[in-house]
């Protein structure tokens, strides 16, 4: 693993590295800090003091008299937020989550105190974006006031947040619904996700758990949203950000494109409307799929990204083709990063490319073997992440015509956010029940996370893109080759 891979390996655990007059400092969630990542911070301590001198030359100034001042939005939340306009292909679509919870003997005033006590925490539930493509954070808001509905109401309610149509410029971007009473009480999350992404989500959950439970109310981080996104767009003004531009101009210059599956010919603009496909792991299975992914050198999130790869290769007209990789990417420019909410997220490009997966002799690669070839492209590719894949895409736009750029089959793994904020819930205490991700310019999100002791895995799809019937076959194929993965040691 190269240094910029364990870097982005530990920031993926929620691990936050830092200088302090030439020694190596970290903070991390209870139990993410094992033996083998200790000695591995030990023995390359040099290397990484380097590394942050390099990524951080100037130290993030957090500037509390601008914080409700506009800013510019990330390269992730402008292409969000462009992708909302039905004028482009497979736009139409916010960027949005749904959650829905089970919770027994809810006292809603509780939770409507927490909540507020947790806007006026965190910056960005205060959060806006106007048309123009800023973001500002607002300094005063409306008390919130959390709906009730009767548990007669819950489907419409639930039809009504799996798909968000409102403006992004009117707040609030995330609400709460309950329905029903006693033990019958659901509770409907529905967030914009221009302003929140998974991991922030999990944390946020995290508090109002605890909070709601009686715990001590923190401290409000010492930065804004704000100071990160402005200190994150000032690396640009570095060397290694030219150098990182220049990694993907081969890959620019001949541009494969996305995988070429059968989309539905019916006129867009196509229903916003987005449904999932499901199965989970058992805690023996994933146990089983861990250890078959060690023995070959990889982890869980490459051996099910690679047979994801496999499904689409199988069905696509051609063999060569992108991949929209979704990752967490919360740079540590400051000690605090790490208790901030926002979009934090990242949109690395991966290529699949067959034409050079075949050992010295001239044979065929194993599954084992491509998958393995797969991680070191992806450590390879985020060793170069300061060019974002939005900019990549952005020029490949330029270069071969903006349909050329679309990039509609994408793969999101949380792996290691539970580990990194200790929950083995999104909301303890509570029964997940329903869930839905909507994104702009993606037919097909494959995502993979843990839940309790499980592996969950989903696939969240446009549903006018396709039939039925081939999604099912996809998918179907797709369930088979992970869970053959796990009881044979193929990985």
Same mark, same amino acid.
């Given at each position: 693993?190269?240094?910029?891979?364990?870097?982005?390996?530990?920031?993926?655990?929620?691990?936050?590295?830092? $200088?302090?007059?030439?020694?190596? /400092?970290?903070?991390?969630? +209870?139990?993410?800090? %094992?033996?083998?990542?200790?000695?591995?911070?030990?023995?390359?301590?040099?290397?990484?003091?380097?590394?942050?001198?390099?990524?951080?030359?100037?130290?993030?100034?957090?500037?509390? $008299?601008? &914080? #409700?001042?506009?800013?510019?939005?990330?390269?992730?939340?402008?292409? #969000?937020? *462009?992708?909302? %306009?039905?004028?482009? =292909?497979?736009?139409?679509?916010?960027?949005?989550?749904?959650?829905?919870?089970?919770?027994?003997?809810?006292?809603?005033?509780?939770?409507e105190k927490v909540w507020n006590h947790l806007i006026q925490r965190h910056g960005m539930l205060r959060a806006v974006v106007h048309a123009d493509g800023y973001q500002q954070i607002l300094e005063r808001v409306p008390h919130y006031a959390i709906e009730v509905q009767s548990v007669e109401q819950r489907e419409s309610v639930r039809q009504r947040l799996m798909i968000r149509s409102q403006s992004p410029a009117q707040w609030p971007l995330v609400d709460w619904v309950v329905t029903g009473n006693g033990d019958a009480c659901h509770l409907h999350l529905s967030v914009d996700l221009l302003v929140c992404d998974y991991q922030s989500i999990r944390m946020l959950l995290g508090e109002l758990a605890a909070l709601y439970l009686g715990s001590a109310p923190a401290a409000e981080p010492a930065l804004s949203f704000r100071d990160?996104?402005?200190?994150?767009?000032?690396?640009?003004?570095?060397?290694?950000?030219?150098?990182?531009?220049?990694? &993907?101009?081969?890959?620019?210059?001949?541009?494969?494109?996305?995988?070429?599956?059968?989309?539905?010919?019916?006129?867009?603009?196509?229903?916003?409307?987005?449904?999932? /496909?499901?199965?989970?792991? $058992?805690?023996?299975?994933?146990?089983?799929?861990?250890?078959?992914?060690?023995?070959?050198?990889?982890?869980?999130?490459?051996?099910?990204?690679?047979?994801?790869?496999?499904?689409?290769?199988?069905?696509?007209?051609?063999?060569?083709?992108?991949?929209?990789?979704?990752?967490? %990417?919360?740079?540590?420019?400051?000690?605090?990063?790490?208790?901030?909410?926002?979009?934090?997220?990242? +949109?690395?490009?991966?290529?699949?490319?067959?034409?050079?997966?075949?050992?010295?002799?001239? %044979?065929? *690669? $194993?599954?084992?073997?491509?998958?393995?070839?797969?991680?070191?492209?992806?450590?390879?590719? *985020?060793?170069?992440?300061?060019?974002?894949?939005?900019?990549?895409? /952005?020029?490949?736009?330029?270069?071969?015509?903006?349909?050329?750029?679309?990039?509609?089959?994408? #793969? =999101?793994?949380?792996?290691?956010?539970?580990?990194?904020?200790?929950?083995?819930?999104?909301?303890?205490? =509570?029964?997940?029940?329903?869930? *839905? =991700?909507?994104?702009?310019?993606?037919?097909?999100?494959?995502? +993979?996370?843990?839940?309790?002791?499980?592996?969950?895995?989903? &696939?969240?799809?446009?549903?006018?893109?396709?039939?039925?019937?081939?999604?099912?076959?996809?998918?179907?194929?797709?369930?088979?080759?992970?869970?053959?993965?796990?009881?044979?040691?193929?990985?």
């Amino acid at each position: 693993m190269t240094i910029q891979g364990l870097q982005a390996e530990l920031e993926s655990l929620g691990v936050v590295l830092w $200088s302090d007059n030439g020694m190596l /400092r970290y903070r991390a969630p +209870v139990g993410v800090m %094992n033996e083998a990542l200790l000695s591995e911070l030990k023995h390359h301590k040099t290397a990484l003091l380097d590394l942050l001198a390099q990524t951080t030359p100037d130290a993030l100034q957090p500037d509390p $008299s601008a &914080w #409700y001042e506009p800013f510019p939005l990330t390269d992730v939340q402008a292409a #969000y937020l *462009m992708g909302r %306009n039905p004028a482009f =292909t497979y736009g139409g679509v916010a960027c949005h989550g749904y959650l829905e919870f089970k919770w027994p003997a809810l006292d809603v005033p509780q939770l409507e105190k927490v909540w507020n006590h947790l806007i006026q925490r965190h910056g960005m539930l205060r959060a806006v974006v106007h048309a123009d493509g800023y973001q500002q954070i607002l300094e005063r808001v409306p008390h919130y006031a959390i709906e009730v509905q009767s548990v007669e109401q819950r489907e419409s309610v639930r039809q009504r947040l799996m798909i968000r149509s409102q403006s992004p410029a009117q707040w609030p971007l995330v609400d709460w619904v309950v329905t029903g009473n006693g033990d019958a009480c659901h509770l409907h999350l529905s967030v914009d996700l221009l302003v929140c992404d998974y991991q922030s989500i999990r944390m946020l959950l995290g508090e109002l758990a605890a909070l709601y439970l009686g715990s001590a109310p923190a401290a409000e981080p010492a930065l804004s949203f704000r100071d990160y996104v402005l200190a994150e767009r000032h690396q640009r003004a570095s060397a290694q950000y030219q150098s990182d531009q220049q990694y &993907w101009h081969p890959l620019i210059e001949h541009w494969p494109g996305a995988p070429d599956l059968p989309v539905s010919q019916a006129p867009e603009p196509w229903s916003p409307d987005f449904d999932r /496909r499901h199965f989970q792991l $058992s805690r023996a299975d994933y146990a089983r799929l861990q250890q078959h992914a060690a023995d070959a050198g990889i982890g869980v999130s490459v051996a099910v990204l690679a047979a994801y790869a496999e499904v689409l290769r199988r069905w696509s007209r051609r063999d060569q083709f992108c991949l929209s990789l979704t990752l967490l %990417n919360r740079l540590p420019l400051h000690p605090e990063v790490d208790q901030l909410i926002g979009d934090f997220s990242a +949109v690395e490009v991966l290529a699949i490319d067959p034409s050079v997966e075949q050992t010295a002799e001239g %044979n065929s *690669m $194993s599954f084992a073997e491509r998958a393995k070839r797969l991680q070191r492209r992806l450590w390879q590719d *985020m060793d170069h992440r300061l060019f974002s894949g939005v900019e990549v895409l /952005r020029e490949v736009g330029r270069q071969h015509g903006r349909e050329a750029a679309l990039l509609p089959y994408a #793969y =999101t793994s949380t792996l290691g956010a539970r580990q990194a904020h200790g929950a083995e819930s999104l909301l303890p205490g =509570t029964t997940l029940v329903d869930a *839905m =991700t909507q994104t702009p310019q993606v037919l097909i999100d494959c995502q +993979v996370a843990e839940q309790g002791d499980a592996l969950s895995i989903n &696939w969240d799809c446009r549903q006018a893109a396709f039939s039925q019937t081939l999604l099912d076959d996809m998918f179907d194929s797709f369930q088979a080759l992970v869970r053959s993965l796990a009881t044979h040691a193929q990985c």
